[in-house]
T-cell receptor, first 113, second 113 residues
Framework: DVKVTQSSRYLVKRTGEKVFLECVQD?????MFWYRQDPGLGLRLIYF???????EKGDIPEGYSVSREKKERFSLILESASTNQTSMYLC????????????FGEGSWLTVV | DAKTTQPNSMESNEEEPVHLPCNHS???????IHWYRQLPSQGPEYVIH???SNVNNRMASLAIAEDRKSSTLILHRATLRDAAVYYC??????????????FGQGTILTVHP
């Protein structure tokens, strides 16, 4: 089975800290995504990547950056965490064309205090 | 990406069929229709997808209108474990939006014992 693994399930960080959220998939997927999910707002796309070292801004990239140095790993970086970045973060990936299944990680719950 | 419209919430009784509608009047000829669901505290999971013809799998059926401007996810016998948020999304098989995934608000399905 395809597996999308998010390194941390629950994190608590202080305002101003640098935060790394890691996502790894084990099925050679080209396309990887980071979303955040907040009550009443649904899933909002932060960044996505369709190849190694490639990245594209999603709908809400402000305050975030990403890194895709290897095909299997897509990292989300909060350079200076703020309380409004408290949220659930979801990583997703899929292979090839848009008829293929999207696989999601279990989510990372980040609290910034 | 073309936009989808779903009801905010629906209710069903256990063991009864559930029909979850989705409108996508601006769908293009190359858009796949995908359905995902999200259980509480988990990442979304794949349910079903199709392009033009109706589709069946072990989880559900997907009925696609002849003009493709709407579709319906059918759960044949709802169980309590089907209570989730259901997302209908369109995925472009080509064009400049390739790779970007945008989710709507989804439908919250409540299943009563």
């Amino acid at each position: 089975d395809v597996k999308v693994t998010q390194s941390s399930r629950y994190l608590v960080k202080r305002t101003g800290e640098k935060v790394f959220l890691e996502c790894v998939q084990d099925m050679d997927h080209e396309n990887m995504f980071w979303y955040r999910q907040d009550p009443g707002l649904g899933l909002r796309l932060i960044y996505f990547s369709y190849d190694v070292k490639m990245k594209e801004k999603g709908d809400i990239p402000e305050g975030y950056s990403v890194s895709r140095e290897k095909k299997e790993r897509f990292s989300l970086i909060l350079e200076s965490a703020s309380t409004n970045q408290t949220s659930m973060y979801l990583c997703a990936s899929f292979k090839g064309h848009s008829g293929n299944t999207i696989y999601f990680g279990e989510g990372s719950w980040l609290t910034v205090v | 990406d073309a936009k989808t419209t779903q009801p905010n919430s629906m209710e069903s009784n256990e063991e009864e069929p559930v029909h979850l509608p989705c409108n996508h009047s601006t769908i293009s000829g190359t858009d796949y229709i995908h359905w995902y669901r999200q259980l509480p505290s988990q990442g979304p999971e794949y349910v079903i997808h199709g392009l033009t013809s109706n589709v069946n799998n072990r989880m559900a059926s997907l009925a696609i209108a002849e003009d493709r401007k709407s579709s319906t996810l059918i759960l044949h016998r709802a169980t309590l474990r089907d209570a989730a948020v259901y997302y209908c999304i369109l995925r472009d098989a080509g064009g400049t939006s390739y790779g970007k995934l945008t989710f709507g608000q989804g439908t919250i399905l409540t299943v009563h014992p």
